[in-house]
């Protein structure tokens, strides 16, 4: 297999794009397609002060190296969930991000929750009724707060994510497995500013999780290998394998998938229904706007504790 740029011996081949490259032009194309979908779904400019979220792991390290070598004004944002598994999978993670940013003189700004709260993940979860079997579900209203928190407080107008396409058709998958209205009609490569709440963005959405990986790994960048020993079996997990099993008979399914789901959405095959612009009321305990009035969800977490 040659490159189909330079001719020389391909490092990767990517069927579902007709494409194989060399070391060099793989790693000059993920930033020039990174750059067109930063274009094309109007996600930000270098106007835009933008704040990344690193877990430590391939995709937000790829992300924020791409964005980084676009010239675009990125900030990190790590959050320690303090979760350990065996694997001290937290600190592992951290050190990740941190060694990254400061390899490259990028500002990594640090939320501890177990230093901040006195509580970690799955301790919380634990104690709480809805998170017993389900951490993740804790854990994403914890991650969403620090994140509007962050981002409010420091004045930046954009969040980005490192989530690629199998995240996104996973996601769009379990949604359309129960018909989850609210939910299809949110998923988007950009969800709108809200009144306190910035503009999320996701620019590696369209790329295969073994193309972040394969940029990652031709980068030299070092990310936490393990995964969240809470992302195991957990429902994601279980429908990204089925996905795999079906890209497996037909090479692109996946990005099929989620592309026309985008086409479909921009033709007006879904609407946003009253629940989506719903009104917000600001938290008396932190401030934050949320849909419920009295305290926000976040703060009924921690007050329980
Ligand atoms: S970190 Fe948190 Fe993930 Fe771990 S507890 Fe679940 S949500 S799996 S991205
Ligand atoms: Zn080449
Ligand atoms: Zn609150």
Redesign the pocket.
């Known amino acids: 297999m040659r490159c189909r740029k330079c001719g020389a011996k391909a490092s990767i081949n990517l069927p579902e794009h007709r494409l194989a490259c060399c070391k060099t032009h793989y790693l000059e194309w993920i930033p020039e397609q990174t750059e067109r979908f930063i274009q094309k779904y109007h996600m930000f400019t270098h106007e835009n002060r933008i704040l990344l979220a690193v877990?430590g792991g391939k995709d937000s390290l790829a992300l924020w190296d791409v964005l980084w070598q676009l010239g675009y004004s990125v900030d990190g944002l790590y959050i320690n969930?303090g979760?350990d598994g065996g694997v001290g999978y937290s600190s592992q993670s951290q050190r990740c991000a941190q060694q990254f940013a400061d390899t490259r003189g990028l500002n990594l700004i640090v939320s501890n929750i177990p230093e901040e709260h006195g509580i970690t993940?799955p301790e919380l979860a634990s104690r709480s009724a809805r998170g017993k079997e389900r951490?993740?579900a804790i854990?994403?209203i914890v991650?969403r707060h620090v994140m509007n928190q962050v981002t409010t407080s420091n004045g930046y107008s954009i969040i980005a994510t490192g989530h690629n396409l199998d995240d996104e058709a996973a996601v769009l998958f379990g949604n359309t497995l129960v018909w989850d209205g609210e939910q299809i009609v949110r998923q988007s490569p950009v969800l709108p500013a809200k009144p306190g709440m910035a503009r999320k963005v996701k620019p590696f959405c369209r790329f295969y999780e073994r193309e972040t990986a394969a940029y990652t790994l031709l980068r030299g960048i070092e990310y936490v290998y393990d995964e969240?020993p809470?992302?195991v079996g957990?429902r994601s997990n279980e429908i990204k394998t089925l996905l795999n099993q079906m890209e497996a008979d037909k090479p692109g399914v996946k990005l099929t998938f989620y592309l026309s789901f985008l086409q479909a959405k921009k033709n007006g095959l879904f609407q946003e229904t009253n629940a989506s612009t719903m009104d917000l009321h600001p938290c008396p305990t932190c401030g934050q706007l949320s849909v419920h009035e009295g305290t926000c969800t976040f703060c009924r977490l921690f007050e329980t504790h």
């Open positions: 877990s969930l979760i993940i951490p993740c854990c994403g991650k969240c809470h992302a957990n």
